[in-house]
């Protein structure tokens, strides 16, 4: 029983820190522009194919390296072309044209790559058990682990040590003032857009190597990392990854106990967050690191 919840635990953990990922890069875009970018999920399963299509020519830790970057280069192409039109508008146009871009995207990939999953070469010594008692303890979900809060200690210290970062984290506060102090507002949403999408791709690369490679692949990861946002509180970048995470581990432990509900205690975590705390556990106005 201890070695089940263990092994529940852990597993719950790597998905909360694709909860986390995608959270973030979400976080990003909404706290600076306001937009609900239901598109996550594709630029994410797009990362991977990225990934795919790179593996021969570069290996894997070559296309870990280069897929990503190629799609945050497409999140700035699509946020330049199509989502800053609607800059100032209701948000619900820019959650409809996102939303019809997930679709676009997942027949794109349906498309060109085919419905079927496909398989993503991932080093055989990363996919062997680290020891025959914790079984489930692989290399690769180690590595992904680690490389997450890599990726998010990289994510923290840019917002908080460089001048984009300081940019994009006052531009949360108070979009109006900063651009009045000579900063160029269109290109500080557009890098912040890119550094979100940028988080969405290094997502999918390593979703593909443990999920396998089909275009839904983001379909089962856009909605728990909105309710990870809702958790940790929107505005909040730490309560967005203490919400992946939390609600990770809660749909590991619960299936343990009642396997049928491990999605649903996601949603019931977030009934229970809002009811006390309708902020989220560290929700605050404008950005909270």
Request: aromatic share 12%; proline share 3%; net charge positive.
């Amino acid at each position: 029983m201890t070695e089940l919840i263990l092994f529940n635990v852990f597993n719950g953990l790597i998905v909360g820190a694709f909860y986390a990922l995608m959270a973030l890069g979400l976080s990003l875009i909404i706290n600076l522009t306001s937009v609900i970018n239901f598109a996550h999920g594709g630029f994410l399963a797009l990362g991977a194919y990225i990934a795919y299509e790179l593996i021969p020519y570069l290996g894997f830790w070559g296309a870990l390296v280069v897929a990503p970057l190629l799609t945050a280069l497409l999140g700035l192409a699509v946020e330049r072309v199509l989502i800053r039109r609607l800059y100032g508008r209701d948000p619900l146009y820019s959650l409809l044209l996102t939303f019809g871009l997930a679709y676009v995207f997942q027949d794109g990939t349906r498309y060109i790559w085919g419905a079927q999953s496909l398989p993503f070469q991932v080093p055989g010594w990363l996919t062997r058990p680290l020891s025959s008692y914790f079984f489930f303890l692989t290399g690769y979900r180690v590595f992904m682990v680690v490389l997450v809060a890599l990726a998010v200690a990289g994510l923290f210290f840019i917002l908080t040590r460089t001048r984009l970062g300081i940019r994009i984290r006052a531009g949360t506060l108070d979009l109006e003032t900063v651009s009045a102090l000579g900063v160029n507002v269109r290109i500080l949403r557009n890098l912040n857009f890119g550094l979100g999408i940028y988080l969405a791709g290094l997502a999918g690369v390593l979703a593909a190597g443990l999920l396998g490679l089909q275009p839904t692949i983001g379909d089962s990861l856009i909605m728990p990392s909105f309710v990870a946002i809702i958790v940790g509180g929107l505005g909040s970048l730490f309560g967005t990854l203490l919400g992946g995470l939390l609600i990770g581990v809660a749909s590991g432990i619960a299936t343990v106990f009642v396997p049928s509900a491990s999605e649903a205690v996601i949603y019931i975590m977030m009934a229970l967050v809002l009811l006390v705390r309708p902020r989220g556990l560290l929700g605050e106005e404008g950005m909270n690191l």
